[in-house]
């Protein structure tokens, strides 16, 4: 008997086409076999569903409804501990009380029991919390805590879907931002959300960017678990989990705008910031270097590494785990052209640790080499070349210096690095002339100090880059737009170089900030983040400080 039962219920439950199929099906299931509290659950389901849909009909709703709580409370008779039939009955109750009918429990209850026997089933988390949330004004402060709760657990690492369905449920209860405050988890995802939401509707800057420092506060202290798990598993020779790792800090790093500038708070350090990123790097270059054997850098991973190392000791180690692995050419061979980027990487590595006289000792050995060069080595020798002369820069030789960016440029690099390194020089040998030809031709190089953006127009959530070539330094800049609406006041967010420097509504149509350019290439961002806008000019001009 209680085989048939099973299948008569499965019938109803996954079968059956139509409410009453499923009804006669689950009556027939308890003639045969009245002990299974799935078929009182199932009865229970598809009474509700049914009062659900006959609101308009008084009579069949509430018929519907009771039938419903009978059912739900028979199975729970037989199986007190079902978590789904605690949630379905709160359901059934909740609604009857919608439509004035007296009800056996407190709905409230049993969400609660549904939550509370439920262990990690955050989906059970989640609905219960969703409907208690609706209906927060009813609420006990004790019953809010609980809601609150809920809700916190059951969106953490969840996505934005489930987020931004309550988000919209608190938008319409009227967006109190103490409300939001009680059950959002503190996870960067969920507050990346927020602040998302916050900024498309047009709502309050204060708490958007707040929420967006505290997102990269946490994406901080991710970065800071990941590194830690990627170093302990290249201690233990596990080269490739350690790239994995280090990879997955250097992500959560880069998602980081610096937003607590803005949001007046102080929640992350930026020193700490920069050393996360340097031991991430650093983890990474061993890494490849490990499962390479090899300099070869197509993805720049070793370089992007030098490039980030300020501290001498940490470079000095490096030096020696490459000099372990006999990819250093310390011998510096007769015909260094051979082996360009090996040599230009020695060079950039012993420039890094201020061995200028040894990067100008290079010039000898270039002297006495016969070997042709190949269009392949040309972008390494001009390198090197470079290296020479800022070398004899150090150490105070402007002429020497000279002469090597010269030779650069013959070689065909014009690059910034070397021309600016080649104006100092005709300064400090007081060449006017020549200097003033090479500043032209830096001029020619760099960006323009205006720059028309054409009337580019950006849509809502779209974001457009300004590639820049400066000789770095502070900078004012100033960006007209305009909205698409002459009553709209778009959310505007300006980026430079990663780093927010501008985000407002602009019901001036102008955005002025200042920012400090690096020496060569910067990157300008800008999103339209609540509604689209058409840009104008940008205009560059030094910043007097």
């Known amino acids: 008997m209680s085989a048939w039962n099973a299948r008569l219920c499965w019938r109803a439950r996954d079968a059956a086409k139509t409410p009453d199929e499923k009804v006669r099906l689950l009556r027939r299931a308890e003639a045969v076999f009245p002990w299974n509290s799935a078929v009182s659950f199932e009865l229970g389901r598809v009474y509700f569903e049914q009062g659900a849909e006959s609101m308009a009909d008084p009579a069949a709703r509430d018929d519907l409804f009771r039938k419903s709580i009978d059912s739900y409370l028979r199975s729970l008779r037989l199986n007190p501990a079902s978590a789904a039939a605690h949630f379905g009955l709160g359901q059934a109750l909740l609604y009857a009380g919608y439509a004035g009918l007296p009800t056996p429990l407190p709905y409230f209850d049993e969400y609660r029991r549904a939550a509370e026997l439920t262990g990690h089933d955050s989906q059970i988390h989640y609905e219960a919390g969703k409907v208690l949330f609706g209906h927060w004004d009813s609420l006990s402060p004790e019953e809010r805590d609980f809601a609150a709760g809920l809700l916190k657990r059951s969106m953490a690492g969840k996505g934005q879907e489930r987020v931004l369905d309550l988000l919209e449920a608190w938008y319409l209860a009227g967006h109190d931002a103490g409300l939001i405050d009680r059950i959002l988890p503190e996870d960067a ?23 967006l420092a505290r997102a990269e506060a946490l994406e901080v202290a991710r970065a800071r678990t990941e590194l830690d798990r990627a170093r302990r ?9 350690a790239a994995f790792r280090a990879g997955l800090a250097l992500d959560a790093l880069g998602s980081v ?10 929640l992350l350090d930026p020193l700490e910031f920069k050393a996360l990123q340097r031991g991430a790097r650093r983890v990474l270059a061993r890494s ?44 510096r061979a007769v015909t260094p052209f051979q082996s360009l980027k090996t040599l230009a990487f020695r060079m950039g590595l012993d420039f ?20 042709v060069l190949a269009p392949s080595g040309r972008a390494s020798y001009a390198r090197i070349l470079r290296l020479i002369g800022q070398a004899n ?8 210096a000279a002469a ?18 080649l104006e100092r020089c005709y300064r400090l040998l007081e060449d006017e002339p020549k200097a003033a030809g090479v500043r032209s ?23 457009t880059r300004v590639d820049l070539l400066t000789t770095g330094g502070p900078r004012a800049f100033r960006l007209e737009f305009t909205s698409w609406g002459p009553e709209t006041s778009p959310l505007v967010s300006i980026f430079l170089d990663g780093r927010v420097v501008w985000e407002k509504y602009g019901d001036t149509g102008l955005a002025e900030f200042a920012g400090t350019l690096s020496q060569g290439r910067a990157r300008l961002e800008i999103q339209a983040v609540s509604a689209p806008i058409d840009l104008g000019r940008l205009s560059i001009s030094i910043e007097i400080r």
């Open 233 to 241: 598993a290249s201690e233990s020779l596990m080269p490739a989990e």
């Open 288 to 331: 490849w270097i490990e499962e390479t054997g090899s300099l070869d850098d197509p993805e720049g991973i070793i370089a992007a590494y030098v490039e980030a190392e300020d501290n001498p000791a940490a470079l000095g180690e490096f030096e020696a785990f490459l000099a372990e692995r006999r990819l250093l050419d310390e011998r």
């Open 257 to 266: 705008k610096f937003y607590q500038a803005l949001a007046g708070t102080e």
């Open 441 to 463: 031709a830096i001029g020619r190089l760099t960006s323009p100090d205006q720059v028309d953006l054409g009337g580019q127009a950006l849509a809502k959530g779209q974001t």
């Open 352 to 371: 890094k640790l201020g061995r200028y006289s040894r990067v100008a000792d290079v010039e000898g050995l270039l002297a006495s080499s016969s070997t």
């Open 189 to 211: 995802a969920a507050l990346r959300t927020y602040a998302r939401f916050l900024g498309e509707r047009s709502l309050s800057l204060e708490d958007r960017l707040s929420a």
């Open 404 to 421: 090597f960016f010269e030779k650069a440029r013959e070689v065909g690099s014009d690059s910034l690095d070397v021309l600016l390194g």
């Open 393 to 400: 820069l150090e150490l105070n030789d402007a002429i020497e």
